[in-house]
């Protein structure tokens, strides 16, 4: 088990003593299209506890609406708790974790608020839990059979990581090749290049490193965080929401 699960006894509040995980039909149906509209996700992955709720902060300030956290992050489920219980955020930005590797990490995040599941590799565990709880879930994928198969299996995303040979032009013949395929890499993505991915058969785009410095987390420039922020949604904006194949 990550550490930060192990922070959830922390935070009474984030225990909801749920009887059953299942999502409305809904639920699904506005997360997936929050992300068909926002297009872009913001994805934190920081050192220390810290700096974690500050560089999310920004990122939101910059302009980003689909936020993820990651269980590699120190205390990850308690901030992401924290940012799902703020009324400054609530309803208008969308909250899920990353690096969720089994059904009890599944648990552990939807009983912080996450609205959606993400893995940096494809579990059918965990995209059977989602499928069954009505979660969206955004499994990794390196290769178009690894993104079909998780699309058999019920995922209505599939997450294309790490990066892969040609980019958006890849993520175009692959889209066209199979047309039922929702691709978002997260990895590639850049601040200027987020239109080439979203123009050309993607329905999304996810930005880790690009957004969250490294060297600006480790010198505390919130506000460097927030320009990069901007930056990048620039072309998610002029790409628009996605239109369906």
Known sequence: MLTSIKTLSRSTSISRCMSSYAKSEESFTEVLDWFKTHRATAVLRTPTSEACPKAMAAAID??????????TTPDALVHMSD???????????KFGM??????????????????????PIMIPEVITWCKENRVPCLPGCHTPTEAYNAYLLGAPI???????????????????????????????????????????????VGLVA????PILIQEEDWEGIKSNAKLAMRGVKKSGPYVEK
């Open 62 to 71: 910059g302009g980003f609406k689909i936020c993820e956290f990651t269980l």
């Open 83 to 93: 940012f799902v219980n703020n009324s400054d955020y609530g309803g208008n930005v």
């Open 98 to 119: 990353g690096t969720v590797m089994n059904t009890k990490d599944c648990e552990a995040a939807v009983d912080a608020g996450a609205e959606f599941i993400i893995s």
């Open 158 to 204: 599939q997450k294309i990581f790490p990066g892969v040979a040609g980019n958006h032009m890849w993520m175009k013949a692959v889209s066209a090749a199979l047309p039922m395929l929702r691709l978002n890499p997260t990895s590639g993505v850049g601040l200027e290049n987020t239109g080439d991915f979203l123009n050309n058969g993607c329905v999304g």
């Open 210 to 213: 690009p957004l969250f410095d």
